[in-house]
């Protein structure tokens, strides 16, 4: 019985394996940027950033000279404020101001004296750095099955705005701490945290890893997509989407241009200039021009477990960078 219970499971997964598709182009050519090395590995990755296994960070202006404390992760840099939080509740800003909390701080972003505070129990937060209290604090549903790229806490003039575990979006007044507003993007998706919250032009942007809200002169635009990965610039939202298409969408998710790679799991999007720049996970870089009808591929050195993250025109995985 053991013999055979073992010859069936090797034919399921022979055929499991036998099954699976891979992206394979037709032309491609050799990768004629330099990869840089990087002297350390990354370690964790966030929305805004990413901490490397030497406690360095990278943000939006590059790899840092400073290093964390040891077991502190990158958390924002937030008009020149590095805020790092730990796993069991301590929080620094600039290695010099800290905070103890009850639970872990996942993302957070500072306005002049108050913390805007996102927890791992999916509670958010605003806290007096001066007075040291809170301001406003509030619970919401408990959420255990998150996307990693977790959104950060916006300032908006006299509000901010706090992207939940749990599909929504809540509006606070920074001026009575009380909540002016909650949307709700996506409420019946297994993992829907917000990981993408910020504006472009008068739009504001809102996506979870299946829907993407954008809102403007008092109108609603939505679609939903199963969201790979996707950056953006001052005027476009890039997206590669689980099927293997890379989409680019104005400010309003009006459709300019898109195009179908079959069997492509897109890992990393940058920009640059007019360019879209897409790793994909079989070890090539796709470059499509703004009408996406002028394609390039490259092929590099590539696993598609190591980890990323994208600013702007720089690509950063594992212990190496591509600037385009």
Same mark, same amino acid.
């Given at each position: 019985?053991?013999?055979?219970?073992?010859?069936?499971?090797?034919?399921?997964?022979?055929?499991?394996?036998?099954?699976?598709?891979?992206?394979?182009?037709?032309?491609?050519?050799?990768?004629?940027?330099?990869?840089?090395?990087?002297?350390?590995?990354?370690?964790?990755?966030?929305?805004?950033?990413?901490?490397?296994?030497?406690?360095?960070?990278?943000?939006?202006?590059?790899?840092?000279?400073?290093?964390?404390?040891?077991?502190?992760?990158?958390?924002? &840099?937030?008009?020149?404020?590095? =805020?790092? /939080?730990?796993?069991?509740?301590? !929080? +620094?800003?600039? #290695?010099?101001?800290? @905070? *103890?909390?009850?639970?872990?701080?996942?993302?957070?972003?500072?306005?002049?004296?108050?913390?805007?505070?996102?927890?791992?129990?999916?509670?958010?937060?605003?806290?007096?750095?001066?007075?040291?209290?809170?301001?406003?604090?509030?619970?919401?549903?408990?959420?255990?099955?998150?996307?990693?790229?977790?959104?950060?806490?916006?300032?908006?003039?006299?509000?901010?705005?706090?992207?939940?575990?749990?599909?929504?979006?809540?509006?606070?007044?920074?001026?009575?701490?009380?909540?002016?507003?909650?949307?709700?993007?996506?409420?019946?998706?297994?993992?829907?945290?917000?990981?993408?919250?910020? &504006?472009?032009?008068?739009?504001? =942007?809102? /996506?979870?890893?299946?829907?993407? !809200? +954008?809102?403007? #002169?008092?109108?609603? @635009? *939505?679609?939903?997509?199963?969201?790979?990965?996707?950056?953006?610039?001052?005027?476009?939202?890039?997206?590669?989407?689980?099927?293997?298409?890379?989409?680019?969408?104005?400010?309003?998710?009006?459709?300019?241009?898109?195009?179908?790679?079959?069997?492509?799991?897109?890992?990393?999007?940058?920009?640059?200039?007019?360019?879209?720049?897409?790793?994909?996970?079989?070890?090539?870089?796709?470059?499509?021009?703004?009408?996406?009808?002028?394609?390039?591929?490259?092929?590099?050195?590539?696993?598609?477990?190591?980890?990323?993250?994208?600013?702007?025109?720089?690509?950063?995985?594992?212990?190496?960078?591509?600037?385009?």
């Amino acid at each position: 019985m053991k013999s055979i219970l073992i010859s069936i499971i090797a034919i399921v997964l022979f055929s499991a394996c036998s099954s699976k598709q891979f992206f394979e182009p037709n032309d491609t050519t050799s990768f004629n940027k330099k990869i840089i090395d990087i002297p350390a590995y990354i370690k964790n990755i966030n929305t805004q950033g990413a901490t490397l296994d030497d406690n360095r960070f990278i943000d939006k202006n590059g790899i840092s000279s400073k290093k964390l404390k040891d077991g502190f992760f990158f958390i924002n &840099n937030n008009n020149s404020d590095i =805020i790092s /939080a730990n796993k069991i509740g301590n !929080l +620094s800003i600039n #290695d010099n101001i800290h @905070f *103890k909390f009850k639970s872990a701080v996942i993302a957070a972003s500072i306005k002049g004296d108050l913390l805007a505070i996102n927890f791992a129990d999916n509670s958010i937060a605003l806290y007096d750095i001066k007075e040291k209290q809170f301001k406003f604090k509030q619970y919401q549903k408990v959420s255990y099955l998150n996307d990693t790229r977790i959104s950060t806490p916006l300032f908006l003039n006299s509000l901010v705005l706090f992207p939940t575990l749990d599909g929504k979006v809540v509006v606070v007044n920074t001026s009575t701490f009380i909540v002016a507003k909650t949307l709700t993007i996506d409420p019946d998706s297994q993992v829907n945290n917000i990981i993408l919250l910020r &504006n472009i032009g008068d739009s504001l =942007i809102i /996506a979870s890893s299946n829907v993407i !809200l +954008s809102l403007s #002169d008092g109108k609603a @635009f *939505k679609k939903n997509f199963f969201i790979q990965s996707y950056t953006s610039d001052e005027k476009y939202i890039y997206i590669a989407t689980l099927d293997g298409r890379l989409l680019k969408l104005s400010a309003s998710l009006d459709l300019i241009a898109s195009k179908k790679f079959r069997f492509a799991k897109f890992q990393a999007l940058a920009v640059k200039g007019d360019h879209l720049y897409a790793i994909e996970s079989q070890g090539f870089i796709i470059r499509l021009d703004k009408f996406f009808t002028d394609i390039k591929i490259d092929s590099i050195a590539f696993e598609d477990d190591e980890k990323t993250f994208t600013s702007g025109n720089k690509i950063y995985f594992e212990n190496k960078l591509i600037q385009f």
